[in-house]
């Protein structure tokens, strides 16, 4: 094999050679031609953005909210009022203009949550027994406090769960209907808990 390098090509190697050539195809040696798209792509006009102006600031003015003020969630307040109605109309007014007097009353003020639970357990239970109709439940409206931790506590705890402790079992079954008292009552500190008659 290194002698054969030194010599060069046979005849043999040069025929073999020339009958390959003959079927190559030469490739183009022009460069291709790149088709530049039309011009009316480029004279294309950028659609417009319309940015609103900056308006005028000074240095230590206060900030406009970007807020829009929705509360997505009603009060309590707003709740207990669009219960459905289930006592007569002219009793419903007059409970609600506080010329009703209250048969009992329970001061839930100041009671933690697992406090209060059981001891408006027993006075609705002791309450409907007795054959009374209209009694009044204390829970204040509930202080403002910081906030102590990641997840937002809200004001008047107990304010917000007696309701719902008034419509599920097991009162839920003995009670009529729950509104914020009138002022005289107690105002938005108290509820009036209008029972069913007992059997």
Known sequence: ????????????????????????????????KIETPPKEIFDKPKPKTTAKPIEPFQLGAKAKSGLSGHVLTPSI????????????????????RGKLKPEARIDLHGMTVAEAHPALTSFIFEAHERGLRLVLVITGKGKDRADDGPMPVRRGVLKHNVPTWLKAPPLGRMVLNVRESHLRHGGSGAYYVYLKKSR
């Open 77 to 96: 307040s707003e709740s207990v009022a669009k219960d459905p109605l289930r006592m007569d109309h002219r009793t419903h007014g007059k409970m609600l």
């Open 1 to 32: 094999m290194a002698g054969r390098r030194k010599k060069g090509l046979t005849p043999d190697d040069r025929d073999l050679w020339a009958r390959v050539a003959k079927t190559a195809t030469p490739l183009n040696s022009r460069p291709a």
